[in-house]
């Protein structure tokens, strides 16, 4: 793909300011600041890489205000961030469209519904009573079980698992390897042994959720584990049976969430969290990596650590921790001193 | 499924107690207390939950003693996590059985040994010299290694790989997506390059173990690596090379068990806990979450914390160390009252 | 594979010394000693085993040096660990080669160009433009995205997935069920909604490199995520988007490299550690279990805990958090020694 600085800018809706010569230099690829060629179109999303500006050799900028002194072509949005993915897209790879219909090495269902536009890859298996909604694409390799249902316009990438009575709302991505539907972590101990608990229960992943590779979510005991609407998961992370995460979370790679916990809305996990089973985590609350969440936490806190605390605190503890060499010493100091003002005080008496 | 209360209760071998004018309400699922509906059955673990007992819809109760002054059938058990698994599996979601055979699709070579009632999905592919029990189901996409032999009436779900010379019991359920028999970690550094050390081990899982989704069980140097019979291994769990684990154990998500680790019977490793190469866990030991295991445990301990250490102990250090602040604020006061002692003295003298 | 103690020798271009009547005694496998039976050779890498030779019924011994007063056969060798190597090599169980060609099953598309040798198994997909190298093996289930290259002499394990754009270099092993090239997490938040950051860079694997099981390496942004030629990767690693690692670094399994880390040459993380995203870790510095970097370290160290410090004082502080009890302890007494000291004052006032 290639597009001219002045196509770009029109593309994004920009306004081309700045040396407006270089407007019809062609333009192939988006690139940070620190790397970017002549043929290419860099970005600056806060102050810091502005100051790089005058040195980087890119082709054009997209910009929020127009910056001065700059000799290169300018392209002034109103959101660098929202105009950056427009960007991204004009010079995406182009690749070959998954080819509508049944692939021949295929095995589907004769009681599967499959809507128009879906295409499914080489060697899927789609189980009884499975429907998946239109123009969804269901890569090679992945398993559909029984009476699962897809929605419309959803990405299930190659090798994907997916258990039986799962259900995914539209423009759901599910990356590779990844695993729905599996039966939690739930055995009871009786007469010496790990009995299993029946997982009756299954799973529902609602709209524009993203899923990425190599990542695991139980289906329930009873009812079902659910992941809200416009939640993006990150890859290799663990949702327990009976999870119900909220609209909107961003949950980083390696978290684990334990049974039955709930998630609000807006709630971030940065990598490698842990969370404790059936605790709540409300709106908004972002929790900082490798914490290790113990108790419910109300919405809109800061928290991290283990176990985690509110963010602020965990910082003045970690730093005292760090003074504990010297607190040690200030301790052996002053019994020292009080020693001699206790004999001092024998002496007198 | 649908059973009345009065057929559910022959089923669990319960005594019908309570109000038995119920006893031809149709039951449909098995329900945790607060959610239940009048076509749902709840059962009571603890008493925590029998305060709501009498708020709830469920259509009947399953109890070890009966509850008085509940107008509901009581459905009186010996052991209601027992009888919880039969309710449980009486109204399972009916699937399809996994039909008897070898898919056309599979690859089975001709020196392999299946065994009667065997059922080999789509696209499988099963190398020479395998061996596959009785009434096992391989499920679609796997792969089975040379040589290795897989017992009767297991589980292997779809697009698990199981790599040359592992041996599984019987009974064993292998979720999808697993790995089992991958070369381990192990690299000399020679001549300024990391040289794989030659795995020529194998992977023994015994009877009755069940691993979650996405896990890596790494085949031994020498020897084997070893999972104990009744060993329960949840999601994205990480067994290294040559690691010994004992009967009864139960391994939860994200944990990693460092190479040659050995752990007795019955150990309980809580999500995201960390063992270290060749250190011992005795039987019975639970270590909590996150926990980072450095040295070598006895049997019969609760261990927590990184480093771990009794989780008593952890529990008293953490509560100090989350008293830090207070703690330096008492060691500047006590300085400064120091101070004045000495400023007194010296005064006096 | 059967060599007696004498062939043993030869093929080691081992001095033969010790007993050596048993030079004509048959071995058939590596073991270490503790279990070594007398079919079997042994080996000793450090002092510590030394000891224990006396007592082991191993066939044969590889030793760097002359064991005075051990009545077995000894191959005194130059490097023991690279004796040993070889040595497993000549038992490791013999498995069929994987058959040159296409498999009939395979789907492979007409423009990929596959090099001669070239081993592609059942049910994998090869999309266009794709390239491979001389005697590479992609194990059955594998799936080749578009116009990725892979190298000669690589070896793609069963169920692995490469998304497109991807370039592994020669020599290259990735275990089964990893991911190579899945879109990273990087979302901007516009509109109320989580919009994804398009991904358009790819994947660069450079040779030598070993992926383990279960792995994730995500696609960059803007040019390449990179792992550095010589690296190896233990299992369920998760490599972020646009993470750069040098050469000949080692990566434990369950760690986590958040978005754009640079790791130098030679670094080595620990089991479960963390890298906060953009961070810079210097040549040849190591990082301990669960450890949780979140700034950038110089070359050289020995980094651990959470928030990484220097290994050495993070073992000091761990013991000051460990002595915490008494130090609260000792406060407590000097605060009523204090008192004392006080009151006895004012007495005197």
Redesign the interface.
Known sequence: MELTVAQLAKRLDAKLAGNTDGATRPIT????IE?ASESEVTFIVDDKHKALLKKSRAGAVIVSARVEGLDKPQLIVK?V??S??EA??A???R??AAPEGI?S?A?VADSAKIASGVSI???V?V??GVEIGSDTII???C?IG??SKIGANCRI???V?I???CRLGGHVVV?????IG??G?G??F?D???????H?GGVVIED?V?I?????V?RA???DTIVGA?T?I???V?I?HNVVIGK?C?I???S?L?GSCRLGDGVVLA??V?L?DNIEIGDGTMVG??A?VMNSIPAGQKIAW??A?KAKEAF???T??????K??E??KK??K??DR??A??DDKE
Chains 1, 2, 3 share one sequence.
């Open positions: 690829a988006v690139c940070p790397a959101d961030r929202s950056l993915i991204l897209s010079f995406a790879p690749l070959k692939d090495t095995r890859g080489a060697h298996v189980d009884d890569a090679a390799g398993k029984e009476n990438d190659s090798n698992v258990y039986h009575n990356q590779a390897n990844s695993t599996s039966t972590f055995y009871s009786i010496g042994a790990h009995k299993l608990i029946p009756n524009f993203h990425g590779a190599n990542c695991c139980d005991k009873f009812g416009g993006k990150d890859n290799l663990q327990a909107c961003l980083a790679a390696l684990g334990s990598g490698q842990g404790a990596a490798q290790g283990t176990p605390i003045r503890i970690v005292l921790v760090m003074r504990l060499p607190m040690a200030q301790l002053l019994s001193r009080t003002l206790e001092a005080k």
